[in-house]
């Protein structure tokens, strides 16, 4: 079972101005048999507080893979990608391409998403978008080949070939 944390972006949430649906969207759409919950987060855009958590669920929680949502955009307050290879140690950037590309496929501002897919220690990074409705598509068309990734990163599986 691999641990898994979800961190949502998005200072509305925080501020109680809208709830998050994006973080319990992906909580849903985690295989239950491969992926355990550890735990949930809201934070506000703000790029030291994203790397400080990251930081601590991948070096002191030991969590195998981490799923942001938000902060992925244009906007100045959009810093997640920018936090995210902050701490990263290896980048990991076809996550992220099919993530762009396949959502491509729904629209065509899927080509505005600046979000990454990186590896601190043993630990998978991936920025996801910030709508609950990207979040399920993103998620269903990921999670079979990031669980080869994460087999691979651990050291359970040696080859990516079929």
Do not use: W
């Amino acid at each position: 079972m691999y641990k898994t944390a979800i961190i949502t972006l998005s200072d509305s949430a925080v501020s109680g101005g809208r709830a998050d649906e994006s973080g319990p969207a992906i909580a849903a759409a985690l295989p239950v048999d491969s992926y355990t919950l550890h735990s949930t987060h809201v934070l506000p855009d703000d790029a030291e507080k994203l790397k400080a958590l990251l930081e601590h669920l991948c070096d002191a929680e030991k969590v195998d893979l981490i799923l942001t949502t938000g902060g992925t955009g244009f906007s100045k307050r959009d810093v997640t990608p920018e936090a995210t290879l902050a701490v990263a140690e290896r980048n990991a950037p076809g996550i992220a391409e099919a993530i762009r590309a396949m959502s491509m496929q729904y629209t065509k501002r899927a080509m505005l998403s600046r979000g990454v897919s990186v590896i601190r220690g043993e630990t998978l990074i991936i920025n996801l978008p910030g709508s609950p409705k990207a979040v399920r598509e993103c998620m269903s068309f990921i999670m079979d080949s990031v669980g080869h990734g994460l087999d691979i990163l651990k050291g359970n599986a040696r080859e990516c070939g079929r």
